[in-house]
């Protein structure tokens, strides 16, 4: 890749990284989405779970947790790519998470692209925690909107809007827990420091709990507290872990200086 001086890199370079990037990450997630095409029943059954068994758990319409149907003729095969898709980019995320973040710093060097490397392996047990966090909450929220169901009427609710909904709450949720990931990513590149990342804490804190109140689909405060509370803490974390690697880099750069180079002999 092209690099010009100072580090900038032209505008069709940048749409050609670009276009390389998506590529590389529409094939990872292809690939992947076979696999959610092949196990499509054991995904819908799992899916289904936590709406089926609200039934046993509690009454939102006389007992029943209303009833799941797909419409129209067409209607099971777009539920079957969305499902595969839907697993593509869950199994995906190594794949895409580091095309991105290869993408966000082009023309790596050797350093640097161990800290892209280090930036995926960390960022997936994050995508993966925040997803699963949302579907332990599934069944509460899922709870929450049926609840205004009123009682003298049933809910029929079409497979594909249930699908969208699980999809919002669980994309939301991964990539929120990815978020502070880049502060931290940003510190190790050196182009953001630990203090100015804690500095503006109390706005912080503010813009996570605005984040799940504006994204998150339930309108009811415990979901919004679920997903608030783990982001604030790994906001502090990254905060704390670029204040750790500042401190490690001013030492060595104390350390670089206090070594009194050789000195030359002037030349006659």
Known sequence: MSKQRGGKMPLLDHLREFRNRLIKSLFGISLAALLGWY????????????????????????????????NGILGPFNLQV????????????????YQLWSFITPA?????????ILFSVIATPLF???????YLILPHAVDVLLGFTPDNLGNLVRFD???DFVLRLILIFGIAFVL???LVALNLLGLLSGKSILKPWRTAVFICFLFTAAFTPTPDPITMTLLA???????????LFALLADRRKSKKNITSFGV????????I
């Open 82 to 97: 969305k499902i595969s898709l839907l697993a593509g980019v869950i199994l995906a995320a190594p794949i895409w998470i």
């Open 260 to 267: 009194s180079p050789i000195d030359k002999p002037e030349s």
């Open 161 to 163: 809007e249930y699908l």
């Open 128 to 134: 993966a925690t925040g997803t699963v966090l949302a």
């Open 180 to 182: 502070p990931l880049f």
């Open 39 to 70: 196990f499509y029943q054991s995904i819908i059954r799992f899916l289904t779970l936590p709406f089926c068994d609200l039934g046993k758990k509690s009454s939102p319409s006389d007992g029943k947790c209303g009833e799941l149907y797909v």
């Open 108 to 116: 790596l060097h050797r350093k640097e692209k161990r800290v892209a």
């Open 229 to 239: 509370i783990p982001l604030c803490l790994i906001y502090f974390l990254s905060g």
